[in-house]
Each structure stands twice: as C-alpha cells, then as structure tokens.
Nanobody, 128 residues
Framework: QVQLVESGGGLVQAGGSLRLSCAAS????????MGWFRQVPGKERDFVAG????????YYTDSVKGRFTISRDNAKNTVYLQMNSLVPEDAAVYYC?????????????????????WGQGTQVSVSS
C-alpha cells in the first residue's frame, strides 16, 4: 500500500511563495513519475506539474511555467512543488499523485487516470 501525505499549504499574499511537500511511503517511489494537480470547488482536477522517475524530466501546465518548480528527493521519498509569484488564480486544493509509469512523454502527465495513488490534498489560498 502506498500513502502520499501533502503538507505546506496555507494562506499567502499575492506575489508570495509556498513550498508544498509530498511524502510517500512504499518502495516504488524512485522509479515512478509523480505529479501535482489542483482543484477548485465545482471544477475538475487540473494538472500542474510532473516529474519523471527514471529520467527526472519535468513538465508544467502553461499557467505556472517560470513560477513553479517541481523536484524530488528519492532518498527522502518526497516530491516538492516550489510556488513563487503566486496569484489569486493559484488558490486551490493541491494534490500529489503517483503515476503508473516511470517516464513518459509530456502528453501523458496531465491525465488523472494515469495516476494510481493520491494524497489527501493541501489547501493553498492567495489573497489579493
């Protein structure tokens, strides 16, 4: 069984920064891609960023490119999402998820059905 636990969410002013963490249990962390998604009430869960397991390649949705950075520390079984220059539109519940693949083309990362384990989510609020 795999458990993913997110932390680091909170309330920040526009222009501020937060770093989200996702700690994973289990032995298959390093060889699986990981993703961050976000969801606001009444809308679908949207892809934010992904990082490969075997290749470490990173992928981002257009709206966060240049502001967010995904990284991973396989020794700590943890994936991070550094969020800078936050805007009110970034406010959402952020979820980390483990992919069913180790590495893939960028086109696969945004599909929620390609992830088999999800965390419980952490709230990010941005005040204007």
């Amino acid at each position: 069984q795999v458990q993913l636990v997110e932390s680091g969410g909170g309330l920040v002013q526009a222009g501020g920064s937060l770093r989200l963490s996702c700690a994973a249990s289990g032995r298959t962390f390093s060889n699986r891609a990981m993703g961050w998604f976000r969801q606001v009430p009444g809308k679908e869960r949207d892809f934010v960023a992904g990082i490969g397991g075997s290749d470490g390649n990173t992928y981002y949705t257009d709206s966060v490119k240049g502001r967010f950075t995904i990284s991973r520390d396989n020794a700590k079984n943890t994936v991070y999402l550094q969020m800078n220059s936050l805007v009110p539109e970034d406010a959402a519940v952020y979820y980390c998820a483990r992919a069913v693949f180790s590495a893939a083309s960028g086109s696969l990362y945004p599909s929620p059905e390609k992830y088999d384990y999800w965390g419980q989510g952490t709230q990010v609020s941005v005040s204007s």
